[in-house]
């Protein structure tokens, strides 16, 4: 198995870094998330690269096929911290959107007032605890089933909901389905 189709394979990688020459023993390295000070940072790169580093950022390859989304919603807001709907779209892992605490928490954004044909929705989980309340929340756009996020979700993990069918619609929603607040960190979708 190649390095990154490792990656691929682990819901807590959010990347690789390869080295041709090797380093530690070994040539592949993983971005777990969880773990060490990558914690609450994991994916995101900064300074210079070590020796002949290629790195590989997992659920950011797909830029041509990516949908701009704007003027997000939440159904609610926590009263203790703002934790607000356009924190999904804002590229920084580390602020979260939050529901209050009820069944049916929901998020939405538009997609700049146009139609677009949604194949697949990458959401990312919350890092800083908490990350099992994501499991199962509904992805729909226009109102039509896309699919659901895997059952079992972790602290700062990149889930993909690939639309049983592609879906032509103007707009995205994320909707919990559990007794809990819908949280996390980012998302985006994918599609013509």
Known sequence: MSCQAECDAQANCSGVEWYESGWNKSKCHLML???????ATAGQ???RRWKDAVCYVKNDCDQSSRIEMTDPEQSSNTPYNVREAGNAL???AKSIIHTENNSSGWWTAGFNGADYVVESVKIQNR??????????ATVEVDGQPCGTVAATTVDGAWYTVTCTNPILGRNIKVTSVA??????AEIRAFGK
């Not at 908490?130 to 199962?136: H, P």
């Not at 007794?179 to 996390?184: D, G, I, K, R």
């Open 179 to 184: 007794n809990t607040p819908l949280h996390f």
């Open 45 to 47: 790169v900064q300074g």
């Open 33 to 39: 998330t969880g773990w060490g000070s990558n914690r």
């Open 127 to 136: 890092p800083d605890g908490f990350g099992n309340r994501l499991g199962n």
């Open 90 to 92: 804002d590229g920084q």
